[in-house]
Every structure is written in structure tokens, then in C-alpha cells.
């Protein structure tokens, strides 16, 4: 089994910052690319950022210049370290990881998330 946990959500003021993790752990042979979702209340889960095996990242407009992917191999870990924040970032945060269990056949898995509320 693959299990992906979440952690550094919570509460900050408009202009703070946050730092997301997530670690992956079980039965793993590889991971692709992990990432970050989010959905806010009444939105469909969309995109914020992810990094592939290669380190190529890829941001949504709406936070490139203010949120950093970053990888950590060694852990199976992601991160994602959130500036200059605003109210519209407001939403429940998930990790993603596409990986395999065994040769050649991969897919998605997800946390469970954690809420990020920006709001003075």
C-alpha cells in the first residue's frame, strides 16, 4: 500500500507564508512527477504546481512567483513553500504523486489534505 501525508496547513494573515509537505511511503518502485492540488469551496480541484523526476516544475499563473515546488528524493517528500498569500489561496491543499508499485505501470495517488486559510 502507498500512503502520501500531509502536513503545515493552517491559519496565516494575508502578505504570510506557509510551508506544505508531503511524504510518500509504502510499497514503492518509482515516482514520476508529485505535486500540488487544491479546491477550494464550491471550485473544482485545480492544479497550483508540480515536479517531475527531473525537477522540471510547473506552476499555475495564479501563484508563479509567489510558491516554490521543490523535491526531496531521498524522502519520497515534496514541498511547497507559500509567500506573499492571499485570501483566494484559501482551499484544502493535496499532494499528488504519480508512481509505481512495480515496473511500468503507474498512477495517481492522493492525501488526504490539509486546509490552507488565509484570512486576517
Known amino acids: 500500500q502507498v500512503h502520501l501525508v500531509e502536513s503545515g496547513g493552517g491559519l496565516v494573515q494575508p502578505g504570510g507564508s506557509l510551508r506544505l509537505s508531503c511524504e510518500v511511503s509504502?510499497?514503492?518502485?518509482?515516482?514520476?512527477?508529485m505535486g500540488w492540488f487544491r479546491q477550494a469551496p464550491g471550485n473544482q480541484r485545480e492544479l497550483v504546481a508540480t515536479v517531475t523526476s527531473s525537477d522540471y516544475t510547473n506552476y499555475a499563473p495564479s501563484v508563479k512567483g509567489r510558491f516554490t515546488i521543490s523535491r526531496d528524493n531521498a524522502r519520497n517528500a515534496v514541498h511547497l513553500q507559500m509567500n506573499s498569500l492571499n485570501p483566494e489561496d484559501t482551499a484544502v491543499y493535496y499532494c499528488?504523486?504519480?508512481?509505481?508499485?512495480?515496473?511500468?505501470?503507474?498512477?495517481?495517488?492522493w492525501g488526504p489534505g490539509t486546509q490552507v486559510t488565509v484570512s486576517s
Open positions: 499528488n504523486a504519480d508512481l509505481s508499485t512495480r515496473p511500468f505501470v503507474a498512477y495517481d495517488y
Open positions: 509504502g510499497r514503492i518502485f518509482s515516482i514520476n512527477s
